[in-house]
């Protein structure tokens, strides 16, 4: 089964910093490029960034209001994303979703998120 | 504000056919593909269509979706009481470098 769980979110006064983690399972990690997307709450979606593969490279790239005060990276060998966030700021309080999308040769076109972890920022 | 615009509500009657429109610019939708989610609230969102129009396995073919220009449209016949949910517009900008999601529009089966 494909599964993606996110951990860390928590209750951090403003200025802080906390360390979200995304423990994916039932596909090949390595090979697919993983972002997150946030949610406050009552309100719309909200893309946070993207990390790509290290087969393809590139940049991570960072939606504005997170750029410099968020870092995505990833542990392949852990099969496990994370995201980083320092100088948090009230704006930042959201449910966070990690999120990938990719082609399985045997489930088709597959877009998976967690149940996503939350984060109060007061 | 949102970079694409939705609707922020729709309804419609059980059996009926509605149509939520998502409304972007040359560096969005102009330019790239349009995927479209279902929420449920309390839940995760769930992809109804990618790539403008393509439907991933096990979502029902009452579910289409198309795009014309800057523009997109996601339609739902046979409306289900189910089909209740609020649902999303997605689609990479580039000259934002990110992805961006429409403000969602509330679904009411009445």
């Known amino acids: 089964e494909v599964v993606l769980v996110e951990s860390g979110g928590g209750l951090v006064k403003p200025g802080g910093s906390l360390r979200l983690s995304c423990a994916a399972s039932?596909?090949?990690?390595?090979?697919?490029?993983m972002s997150w997307v946030r949610q406050t709450p009552g309100k719309g979606l909200e893309w946070v960034g993207r990390?790509?593969?290290?087969?393809?490279?590139?940049?991570?790239e960072y939606a504005a209001p997170v750029k410099g005060r968020f870092t995505i990276s990833r542990d392949d060998s852990k099969k496990t994303l994370y995201l980083h966030m320092n100088s948090l700021k009230t704006e930042d309080t959201a449910l966070y979703y990690c999120?990938?999308?990719?082609?399985?040769?045997?489930?088709?076109?597959?877009?998976?998120w967690g149940n996503g972890t939350t984060v109060i920022v007061s | 504000q949102s970079v694409l615009a939705q609707p922020p509500s729709s309804s419609g009657t059980p059996g009926q056919r509605v149509t939520i429109s998502c409304s972007g610019g040359?560096?969005?939708?102009?330019?790239?593909?349009v995927d479209w989610y279902q929420q449920v609230p309390g839940t995760a969102p769930k992809l109804l269509i990618y790539?403008?129009?393509q439907r991933p396995l096990g979502v029902p073919d009452r579910f289409s979706g198309s795009k014309s220009g800057t523009s997109a449209s996601l339609a739902i016949s046979g409306l289900r009481s189910e089909d209740e949910a609020d649902y999303y517009c997605?689609?990479?900008?580039?000259?934002?470098?990110?992805?961006?999601f429409g403000g969602g529009t509330k679904l009411t089966v009445l």
């Open positions: 999120t990938t999308q990719y082609s399985s040769s045997s489930l088709g076109y597959m877009d998976v």
């Open positions: 039932g596909f090949t990690f390595r090979n697919v490029w």
């Open positions: 990390i790509k593969s290290e087969i393809d490279g590139g940049p991570t």
């Open positions: 040359s560096s969005n939708i102009g330019s790239n593909y």
């Open positions: 790539r403008n129009n």
């Open positions: 997605a689609a990479w900008d580039d000259s934002q470098s990110g992805r961006v």
